[in-house]
C-alpha cells in the first residue's frame, strides 16, 4: 500500500485546490469551533463538491453527539470520519454502526504508556492517527503543530492502518518516512502561514517532500532495516522538533 497522506483543517476553495493537484490522498476539513480551522456547513458543501472524487473527505469532530454528527455528514458528505476527541472504543463502534461509514481515531502520544491505548481502539476503528498530545493548557485537541518521539512507534506492527500526525511540516517529513515507514501521513499547522492560514506553497512542499521520500525508502520496511540517512530505530529517541509557536487566533 502507498503512502496516503492527508492535509488536515483546509477551509478555502484555493487551499483545497493546492492540495488536490498536488496529489492528497486525503483532505480534512474540522468541525470544531474553537479551531481557527473550522468550518461552517456552506463552506463544508462547497469545498466537499469541489473535492468529491478527487480525494478521500474527511469529516474531523471532536466528542460530537449523533446529531452533531448527522447534521455535518448532511453538509459535507465525506467519506470518513475523524473522531478527535475523548470518543471511548464503545463510541467509534456506535459511530460505525449508526452512519456506516469508515472511523479514523486519533489518539494522542507522548509516551510509551500510550501506546497501550492502540489495542482497544485498532479493533473497533478503520484507521488510527497518532497524534502528539496536545500541550498542558492547549485549547484544542489536536491541530498544535506538536511533535512526538517518533522512535516510539518503531517497529509498531497494527491490525489497521495507521497515520503519522503531530508537528509535521515539508522540512521534517523525509526523515519521519524514512524513520518509521508510517502508511499514512497527517499534517495541518506544518503547511500554514499562521493559525489556519494553509499556505498552498508548503501544501505543495510537503507532498513533495514526503513522496521524494517513499520512493527513496519504498513501502513499509521489517524493523531493523534501516535506510541510509535515516536515525537508526530503537537508537537515542530523536528530539522532537521545537513546538512550533501557534496560538488559536
Ligand atoms: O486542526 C485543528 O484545528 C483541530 C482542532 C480540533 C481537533 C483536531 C484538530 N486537528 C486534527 C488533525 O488531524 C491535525 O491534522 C493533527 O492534530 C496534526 O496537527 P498539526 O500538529 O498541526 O499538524
Not at 509516551?111 to 484544542?140: Q, T
Not at 497515520?163 to 506544518?190: F, K, Q, T, W
Not at 513501502?219 to 521545537?242: C, H, L, N, Q, V
Amino acid at each position: 500500500m502507498s503512502l496516503e497522506i492527508k492535509i488536515c483543517g483546509l477551509s478555502t476553495a484555493e487551499t483545497l485546490e493546492a492540495a488536490l493537484g498536488a496529489g492528497a490522498d486525503m483532505v480534512g476539513m474540522v468541525f470544531f469551533a474553537p479551531s481557527p480551522r473550522h468550518v461552517d456547513f456552506a463552506t463544508a458543501a462547497v469545498l466537499g463538491a469541489q473535492a468529491r472524487g478527487r480525494a478521500q473527505i474527511v469529516a474531523l469532530t471532536v466528542d460530537a453527539d449523533d446529531a452533531a454528527l448527522a447534521a455535518i455528514l448532511d453538509a459535507l458528505r465525506p467519506g470518513m470520519l475523524q473522531l478527535h476527541g475523548r470518543e471511548t472504543p464503545a463510541r467509534v463502534a456506535a459511530i460505525k454502526a449508526r452512519f456506516g461509514l469508515p472511523v479514523m481515531k486519533a489518539l494522542g502520544i507522548a509516551g510509551r504508556e500510550d501506546l497501550a491505548a492502540l489495542a482497544a481502539y485498532e479493533s473497533v476503528a478503520d484507521r488510527l492517527l497518532l497524534d502528539a498530545k496536545p500541550p498542558r493548557g492547549a485549547v484544542l485537541p489536536g491541530g498544535n503543530g506538536v511533535t512526538f518521539d517518533w522512535n516510539l512507534l518503531a517497529g509498531l506492527d497494527l491490525a489497521r492502518p495507521f497515520m503519522l500526525s503531530g508537528g509535521l511540516d515539508p522540512e521534517n517529513v523525509a526523515n519521519a518516512v524514512r524513520l518509521i515507514h508510517p502508511p499514512g501521513l497527517d499534517v495541518s499547522s506544518g503547511v500554514e502561514r499562521g493559525p489556519g492560514i494553509k499556505d498552498p506553497s508548503r501544501i505543495e512542499a510537503f507532498l513533495r517532500a514526503a513522496r521524494a521520500a517513499e520512493a527513496e525508502g519504498g513501502a513499509r520496511r521489517p524493523s531493523g532495516d534501516t535506510p541510509a540517512g535515516a536515525t537508526a530505530i530503537g537508537a537515542k529517541p530523536t528530539p522532537p522538533s521545537p513546538a512550533r509557536e501557534t496560538s488559536p487566533s
